[in-house]
């Protein structure tokens, strides 16, 4: 069945450092990918989604790649802020169809200091 | 609505009762999902629901978990002979019909501690 591998956390950065969380993933077909965050105290919301190899997702900053070679989707930063300090999730749905069950990696934590 | 609207917010009962958690999605989103969050986990997928299709329920952990949906309105998971390790946030998500890659709107959750 389909899969989502993340990177363990928790992930603690500078203010300004340079982000990755690896996601890799596992599917039949060619499935939608997305990144949903998780702020404190708040529920969870869309970041980026990309539905074909070589999309590229990008918001707030955050950018992640749809690699199917690799069957990767990588969230990227370049210059982390505290206000970035969530739970960030990746996510997939299966191709073919706007419908389906999206299936979750286990979440990564992400704090950032000043 | 204007989110995903989820009661109670929080819930607190005694073990082996029964409980109901409530979720109304989006107006005019046909899917709806029931996630659980245990403290310091990730999503665990429990059921899903797509317009007038058969749900898809093969996340549900026990036959003590139960969910129905009238037509695309509200939704109500239901946790029978509660057990401690039911303790978790339950989560409800929907998508609008018609987009390739919906985005998934969530609700804020039901904190459900089982004591």
């Known amino acids: 069945g389909n899969s989502v591998t993340q990177m363990e956390g928790p992930v603690t950065l500078s203010e300004e450092a340079f982000l990755t969380i690896n996601c890799t993933y596992t599917?039949?077909?060619?499935?939608?990918l997305f990144w949903y965050v998780q702020y404190p105290g708040e529920g969870l919301q869309l970041l980026l989604k990309?539905?074909?190899?070589?999309d590229k997702g990008s918001n707030k900053g955050f950018e992640a790649t749809y690699r199917k070679e690799t069957t990767s989707f990588h969230l990227e930063k370049g210059s982390v802020q505290v206000s970035d300090s969530a739970v960030y999730f990746c996510?997939?749905?299966?191709?073919?169809?706007?419908?389906?069950?999206?299936?979750f990696g286990q979440g990564t934590i992400l704090t950032v200091h000043p | 609505g204007a989110g995903v609207s989820q009661s109670p917010s929080n819930k607190v009962t005694e073990k082996g009762k029964d409980v109901e958690l409530r979720c109304d999605p989006i107006?005019?989103?046909?899917?709806l999902y029931w996630y659980r969050q245990r403290l310091g986990q990730g999503l665990e997928f429990l059921i899903y629901f797509q317009g007038n299709s058969a749900p898809d329920k093969s996340g549900l952990p026990s036959d003590r978990f139960s969910a129905e949906r009238t037509g695309e309105s509200v939704s109500t998971l239901t946790i029978q002979r509660t057990q401690q390790e039911d303790s978790a946030v339950y989560l409800c998500?929907?998508?609008?019909?018609?987009?390739?890659?919906?985005?998934?709107?969530f609700g804020q959750g039901t904190r459900l501690t089982v004591v």
């Open positions: 107006s005019g989103h046909t899917a």
């Open positions: 998500a929907s998508t609008s019909p018609g987009a390739r890659a919906p985005e998934a709107f």
């Open positions: 599917a039949t077909g060619y499935p939608s």
């Open positions: 996510a997939l749905r299966r191709g073919g169809t706007s419908y389906g069950k999206l299936t």
């Open positions: 990309a539905t074909k190899a070589d």
